[in-house]
């Protein structure tokens, strides 16, 4: 399995992003597929995650309300749309999957965000 992230961009308080993680592989079954992030001097921390067969989803706090994650399971890719950023959304995100046998980290996308 190889995920590939993109999306991440500079973008202003207030507004919004939309971050793509592209899966290769075979069926995931149900998988879980998630968002990290991780902001310079910081641990690296969850955002939000979905299932890949029933598309049960779950959110950090810092994420409710504000973005929402999903999937084309067609395209083998998961969002996450992003609105209403605030300055401290800035950070590098990650894309994860675990298939229940390995786990698996795309390559970060820089999200900034401005004042």
């Known amino acids: 399995v190889q995920l590939q992230a993109s999306g991440g961009r500079l973008g202003a308080a207030w507004g919004s992003l939309r971050l793509s993680c592209a899966a290769s592989?075979?069926?995931?079954?149900?998988?879980?597929v998630a968002w990290f992030r991780q902001a310079p001097g910081k641990e690296r921390e969850f955002v939000a995650a979905?299932?890949?067969?029933?598309?049960?989803?779950n959110y950090a706090n810092s994420a409710k309300g504000r973005f929402t994650i999903s999937r084309d399971r067609a395209k083998k890719t998961v969002f996450l749309q992003m609105n209403s950023l605030k300055p401290e959304d800035t950070a590098v995100y990650y894309c994860?999957?675990?298939?229940?046998?390995?786990?698996?980290w795309g390559q970060g996308t820089q999200v900034t965000v401005s004042s």
């Open positions: 979905i299932r890949w067969d029933n598309a049960y989803t």
């Open positions: 994860y999957l675990d298939d229940g046998l390995n786990d698996y």
């Open positions: 592989g075979d069926s995931f079954g149900s998988a879980v």
